[in-house]
């Protein structure tokens, strides 16, 4: 097959070239892309054509479907050969395939409500009130309906705040006469979060450290946005190396944060559950690891009273390392009532008794408390010194002269 076959005639043959340089240098300057995005715009090679459906790259490892109806003239010929570079729209991915129409054709426009509704191709509307359980939406001179659970991914109570923006939506239900269109954004939303999760799940495996920004706090957590329609959850055990009771101690919307990824895993209706640590992300690892070498036992250190219980103090001396100064240890100290009166945030000095390490915890006491013990050990050795002099003289007896 001839080249003039190909591409037509010579001079196309030369705009194909020429466009397929120009494609290729671009590529090679901006690097090539790795996925597509509804509404994105692409100038492809026709790679076949069908009878039904033809193909077309797309600059990415996965070329895109279009149907061949698109390359129809106003004879129903296809006016288009393999090989040539056309402009198309992205309509849909779906499943891993991606769907295109030519650039403005029917399709790529979604003049036909009943194409979008078919081929589950969103279309732009505007919302002009808001009804009872839902609001009207103006698509293209109908009025449809959008229930007022559908109008958002997140829950809406208030709804005045859509009236009079644009937004795109599918179609749920249609009829042809007009009469009864129900549209959805929150279904258009879903299927776009569930393509950008998709992406990320090839792109990033557990362990790497990511950018992104705290949206939201909750007892349990904090929610990051790690790119647009991505979102993961620091639980408050993962924001710190020391004990927290409420994430905004550490951290507050709209801050930036790297944070590790630790797990990716589908939970129920196939929804993506993504496990970060802020705590983690600098690699130094957890603090207990060299506390052996920092407060090897007998080492006096001052810390911070973190929680008081009957039994004792819970004192913190290093940021996630956290000791317990039993009130045993200090009942009978001539600073006792000091002690006593210590409460959450006091400044303490206290000693390392006992390490732990296995089960991260720590034993602590008063400095100079090993001194006292030794004392009473003293003392009760020599009580029993006495004692054993005591039986020793039983049963003597001194004879009159």
Not at 43 to 72: A, H, N, Y
Not at 80 to 98: L, S
Not at 249 to 260: D, H, L, T, Y
Not at 268 to 296: M, N, Y
Request: glycine fraction near 10%; charge should be negative; hydrophobic fraction near 35%.
């Amino acid at each position: 097959m001839s080249k003039k076959d190909i591409f037509g005639d010579d001079v196309n043959e030369g705009k194909s070239f020429e466009d397929f340089e120009q494609m290729f240098a671009q590529s090679e300057a901006q690097g090539l892309k790795t996925r597509l995005s509804v509404g994105d715009q692409v100038r492809g090679e026709i790679l076949s054509i069908g009878k039904e459906e033809t193909f077309v790259s797309t600059g990415t490892p996965v070329d895109g479907m279009m149907f061949t109806r698109d390359l129809l003239d106003e004879n129903k010929q296809v006016k288009y050969h393999v090989g040539e570079v056309i402009d198309c729209v992205v309509v849909a991915i779906k499943g891993g395939e991606v769907r295109l129409a030519k650039k403005g054709s029917l399709a790529a426009s979604t003049d036909s409500l009943e194409d979008a509704f078919d081929m589950e191709l969103p279309i732009e509307g505007r919302v002009s009130e808001v009804v009872n359980g839902g609001l009207r939406v103006a698509i293209q001179g109908k009025t449809a309906f959008c229930p007022i659970s559908q109008i958002d991914s997140k829950f809406v109570q208030d709804a005045t705040e859509y009236v009079g923006r644009k937004f795109e939506f599918l179609i749920t239900q249609f009829d042809k006469k007009g009469r009864n269109i129900v549209v959805s954004r929150r279904k258009l939303l879903e299927m776009q979060k569930a393509e950008h999760e998709g992406a990320f799940m090839l792109k990033h495996q557990p362990g790497a450290v990511l950018e992104g920004k705290i949206t939201r706090l909750e007892k349990f957590g904090a929610f990051v946005e790690l790119e647009a329609g991505v979102e993961g959850l620091i639980h408050v055990s993962e924001l710190s190396w020391s004990r927290i009771h409420d994430p905004k101690e550490v951290v507050s919307p709209g801050q930036a944060v790297s944070v590790k990824l630790l797990k990716i895993e589908e939970v129920d209706g196939g929804k993506l559950k993504i496990s970060l640590s802020l705590k983690q992300a600098d690699g130094e690892g957890s603090p207990w690891t060299t506390v052996p070498q920092r407060f090897p036992v007998g080492t006096v250190v001052k810390g911070t009273v973190e929680k008081k219980e009957v039994y004792g103090l819970f004192v913190n001396i290093a940021p996630g390392v956290t000791g317990l100064l039993p009130k045993s240890k200090w009942r009978d100290s001539v600073d006792a009532n000091t002690f006593e009166n210590k409460k959450k945030g006091d400044e303490i000095t206290v000693q390392i008794d006992q390490i732990m390490f296995e089960d991260k915890k720590l034993s602590l006491g008063v400095p100079g408390e090993s001194d006292d013990q030794s004392w009473r050990a003293s003392q009760t050795s020599s009580s029993g010194g006495f004692a054993s002099l005591g039986d020793a003289l039983k049963g003597f007896t001194i004879k009159p002269k």
